[in-house]
């Protein structure tokens, strides 16, 4: 887990969000920039409910992993925007691929401990 700018951290109330993942959050790095926090990742997919301008092949989760995405031979990163926004067109521009979650037409977004466990589960 890296964070990337958090408004505070560590803090009680990313504790009380964990649902007891604490471990994860004591190891989590925290970066200034996206940048120092894609640093040796080899292949970044951004998780984004819009599509944008940026020319990106999109996949669903089960896609990415069926076509071979998590290929053990390279370091993968998961990129997730923030709660209000997601991720940005700038962001998305680190990216090699972009994986969209399908939901209904009318609830095109999930917030984002729902992204990530979609993700994690597939």
């Given amino acids: ?20 993942a604490t471990d994860i959050l004591a190891q989590a790095k925290v970066t200034s920039c996206l940048n120092e926090a894609l640093w040796g990742i080899q292949h970044v997919v951004g998780v984004s409910a819009r599509l944008r301008d940026v020319p990106l092949p999109c996949v669903t ?13 390279l370091t ?25 979650i399908p939901t209904a037409k009318d609830y095109g977004s999930l917030n984002l401990a729902q992204a990530v466990q979609v993700i994690c589960y597939e």
């Fill in 1 to 20: 887990l890296i964070l990337v700018k958090p408004k505070h951290f560590p803090h009680d109330d990313a504790t009380a969000f964990a649902s007891g």
């Fill in 61 to 73: 989760p089960r896609e990415f992993v069926q076509s071979g995405g998590v290929n053990q031979d």
């Fill in 76 to 100: 993968i990163g998961i990129l997730f925007g923030n709660e209000q926004s997601g991720l940005s067109n700038n962001d998305l521009a680190h990216c090699h691929q972009q994986i969209r």
